[in-house]
């Protein structure tokens, strides 16, 4: 089956430092998708993406969707102390029903 | 607040023992989705329903595990004779289309002993 392979794994970076972080596939995706989560909580969606090529914002956020339709890239800049937990990105492929498919994970940590 | 909601929102329950999750979906969705999480990994995918038809099942659904989606509106998972690998985090989703864009509830922590 399709596998998301999300890097880094974790982060330890200083408030004000940019991020980045991205995920790769072995097979194409249609919908790329990044989640926030919480410790105790659900994914909370961040930014859908859903062409080669898109780049959207979502305030300090920016996500692309690679021209390979493979892999994303999500960068957070001018990281603040609640920008704290995991990041996780998903893929949808319209022809494999209507499941997402998640990575396994960015832990982000900010020091203030 | 109109977002997803599930409850209960922890359970503990004894190995052998059957339980039975709830889930709201936002009003106007159709679709609604179960997913399963493990500590330290991504949310895996159960199952999937428009409206009231369950129209796909991971084979991680094994034959203790059963969702109805009644009407069309909520949904519940049961787990029957748990076993302590059933311990997780179980998420319910909620979509319209276009397909792919999720809304998660904040989960149902299950711990088996």
């Known amino acids: 089956g399709q596998q998301l392979n999300q890097s880094p794994q974790s982060m330890f970076i200083q408030e004000g430092e940019d991020v980045s972080m991205n995920c790769t596939s072995s097979s194409i995706f249609n919908t790329w998708l990044w989640y926030k989560q919480e410790p105790g909580e659900g994914p909370v969606l961040l930014i859908a993406?859903?062409?080669?090529?898109e780049l959207t914002s979502n305030g300090r956020l920016t996500a692309q969707f690679g021209i390979t339709r493979k892999d994303s890239f999500l960068n957070i800049s001018a990281s603040i102390p609640s920008d704290v937990g995991i990041y996780f990105c998903a893929g949808h492929y319209n022809n494999a029903g209507n499941m997402l498919t998640f990575g396994g994970g960015t832990r982000l940590m900010v020091k203030p | 607040d109109t977002g997803v909601s599930q409850n209960p929102r922890h359970k503990i329950t004894k190995r052998g023992q059957n339980v039975t999750f709830r889930c709201d979906p936002i009003s106007e969705h159709n679709r609604l989705y179960w997913y399963r999480q493990t500590l330290g990994q991504g949310p895996e995918f159960l199952t999937y329903?428009?409206?009231?038809?369950?129209?796909?099942k991971s084979r991680l659904l094994s034959d203790r595990f059963s969702a109805e989606r009644p009407k069309g509106s909520f949904s519940t998972l049961e787990i029957q004779r748990t076993e302590q690998g059933d311990s997780a985090m179980y998420l319910c989703?909620?979509?319209?289309?276009?397909?792919?864009?999720?809304?998660f509830g904040p989960g149902t922590r299950l711990t088996v002993l």
């Open positions: 989703a909620s979509s319209f289309p276009p397909p792919g864009k999720q809304f």
């Open positions: 993406l859903y062409k080669a090529g």
């Open positions: 329903f428009q409206n009231e038809a369950q129209l796909e």
